[in-house]
């Protein structure tokens, strides 16, 4: 009777520990997969992180890609300049004479004004309200005492 009793323990023995085991290993598996997914959104939180460093980023706003003045842009500022050629190398032609720094051999600030004058008229040849405004800076800067 000792070994069927003994057989008996040894059996409910066995399938306790089995049991056991299967519960360890199903909640190690839980604990596992619970880990992964956790794991896996860091993962995904610091690749979202580095791609947005990496990235640069621009912020434009509406009022830089429209431009200010759209008479710039417009057939009218074209034709106005190309009217306005004739009269703008005729006084480019004079204000150039007038401004030539070789005239002021003795005045070391009138030969710089000159030079700066001279230089912005050669930027502005076309405009002929830069030009007009260059005359009057010539008048009062250079021939002004």
């Known amino acids: 009777m000792k070994d069927s009793n003994d057989l008996l323990i040894k059996n409910d023995s066995l399938d306790i520990i089995n049991e056991l085991v299967d519960q360890t290993n199903n909640s190690f ?7 992964l997914i956790l794991l896996f959104f860091v993962f995904i939180y610091l690749c979202f992180v580095l791609y947005n460093k990496l990235t640069i ?12 003045n759209k008479e710039d842009d417009s057939l009218d500022t074209l034709f106005n300049k190309l009217r306005d050629q004739p009269l703008c190398d005729d006084l480019y032609k004079k204000l150039i004479r007038r401004s ?6 003795n ?27 260059l005359e009057i800076r010539i008048q009062k800067e250079l021939y002004e005492v």
């Open 57 to 68: 980023k621009y912020n434009i706003t509406s009022h830089q890609i429209e431009p200010d």
């Open 107 to 133: 005045d070391k600030n009138k030969i710089k004004s000159a030079n700066e004058i001279t230089s912005l008229l050669g930027k502005h040849k076309l405009e002929l309200e830069k030009l007009k405004e």
């Open 100 to 105: 030539h720094p070789d005239l002021f051999p």
């Open 29 to 35: 598996l839980s604990e596992n997969k619970i880990l």
